[in-house]
């Protein structure tokens, strides 16, 4: 499985602080769900909250598929 460019903490700290806003997703070129996540303040939380898990695990995903790990 290849390894995103995108840095791990970057991706953690901006879904950790402005999570709720999308800007995460924003940030890995997922930009249709990013206006989702904007548009529903992530979900009503639980959105983020799913999102922030799958970062933290090493399961989240840059919009070329690639894993986004530490």
Do not use: C
């Not at 970057?10 to 206006?35: A, P, W």
């Not at 939380?45 to 989240?60: E, K, M, N, R």
Request: charged share 15%.
């Amino acid at each position: 499985m290849e390894k995103s460019d995108k840095s791990f903490v970057t991706v953690l700290l901006l879904s950790l602080f402005l999570g709720g806003f999308g800007v995460h997703r924003f940030f890995v070129g997922k930009t249709g769900t990013g206006i989702a996540m904007l548009l529903t303040l992530g979900g009503l939380g639980i959105w983020y909250v799913i999102d922030l898990i799958t970062i933290i695990v090493g399961s989240f995903k840059d919009s070329n598929g690639r894993v986004i790990k530490s």
